[in-house]
C-alpha cells in the first residue's frame, strides 16, 4: 500500500528543487498534493512534470506570497477545498541573502524573516484546525544544517534556519496532546536548480560544482533533491508515527569545519 494513501498534504516552497521532488514523491505514495509557490511560471511546470511522471497524480498549484498571514490562510482554504482537509504540512519554502551580520540591510532581513520563518508560522497556524482534527497529523519543516553549523556570510538564512528547529521543538510539545507530530529536516548539500543558476552566474565550471561536494561531507559528493524528499517522506508517513521533535540531519556527514582546518 501507498505510504500516504488517502492523505492531503501541502507543500510550500513546492516549485523549487526539494519541494517539486517531494511532490513527485508524495504523489508516487498516494497522497493528494497542494504546493504553494510564488512563482507561476516554475509552478506551472512543476504541476506539469507530476503530472507527467505520475499521471494519475492529483496534484494542484497554489501561488501564493507564502511571507503573508492571510496569503497563507487563503492557500490553505484553496487547498482544502480542491483535496479536502489537511493532513500533512510540508514547510519548505526559503529564500537566501548573502550579507554579513555588519552590513545586513533591514530589508533584507524583513524579507527573509517573512519567507524563510514566518511563513512555516503562518502555514502551520492556518492548517492546524485540520491537522488536529484527523488525529494524526504531521507538520515537517524543513530547516537546513546551517541551522546547526552557521558560517560567515549568510547569516541571516542560518539564523531562520536555527529558529525553524526552536519552533518545531516547540511544537511538538504543544500539539502532540492533539495527535499532530512535528519534525524538522536539515538538507546538506544538495543540487538544486537555485544551485546550478547561482554557479553559472559566477562562471563556475561543473568540476568546481563536484569539487565543492567532495570536499563538503563525508559521502564525498552533493545529493540529489529526491534524496531529500524521502526523509521527509518518512516523517510524514506514519511509519514516523512514534517520531516527534526530532531533527533528522540529511547532509551526507556535513563538515563542520572546511577542509583546510582539518
Known amino acids: 500500500m501507498a505510504r500516504l494513501s488517502g492523505k492531503v498534504a501541502i507543500i510550500t516552497g513546492g516549485a ?72 500533512v504540512l510540508v514547510n519548505l519554502a526559503g529564500i537566501r541573502a548573502y550579507e554579513t551580520l555588519a552590513e545586513s540591510k533591514r530589508e533584507t532581513w524583513e524579507r527573509i524573516l517573512a519567507v524563510n520563518f514566518l511563513s512555516y508560522a503562518w502555514f502551520t497556524k492556518a492548517a492546524i484546525a485540520d491537522l488536529r482534527a484527523g488525529g494524526r497529523g504531521s507538520v515537517v519543516n524543513v530547516s537546513s544544517t546551517h541551522g546547526v553549523n552557521p558560517r560567515a556570510g549568510t547569516g541571516q538564512y542560518d539564523a531562520t534556519k536555527a529558529a525553524i528547529i526552536s519552533m518545531t521543538k516547540t511544537l511538538a510539545f504543544e500539539e502532540a496532546e492533539h495527535g499532530v507530530r512535528a519534525n524538522a529536516v536539515c538538507p546538506g548539500l544538495t543540487i538544486t536548480p537555485f544551485h546550478r543558476k547561482r554557479f553559472a552566474a559566477a562562471g563556475r565550471t561543473e568540476q568546481d560544482i563536484e569539487r565543492e561536494g567532495r570536499d563538503g561531507c563525508l559521502l564525498r559528493r552533493w545529493a540529489e533533491p529526491r534524496e531529500a524528499a524521502y526523509p521527509i517522506l518518512w516523517l510524514a508517513s506514519d511509519e514516523a508515527s512514534y517520531v516527534t521533535g526530532s531533527v533528522l540531519m540529511v547532509d551526507g556527514g556535513r563538515y563542520v569545519l572546511p577542509p583546510q582546518a582539518r
Open 16 to 87: 523549487g528543487g526539494i519541494g517539486t521532488a517531494t511532490g513527485l514523491l508524495f504523489c508516487e505514495e498516494g497522497a493528494r498534493v497542494a504546493l504553494v509557490d510564488s512563482d507561476a511560471a516554475a509552478m506551472e511546470a512543476a504541476v506539469a512534470d507530476i503530472r507527467t511522471q505520475v499521471p494519475e497524480a492529483q496534484v494542484t498549484g497554489v501561488i501564493a506570497d507564502v511571507a503573508r498571514e492571510e496569503s497563507a490562510v487563503e492557500a490553505v482554504g484553496k487547498a482544502r477545498s480542491a483535496l479536502g482537509p489537511v493532513d
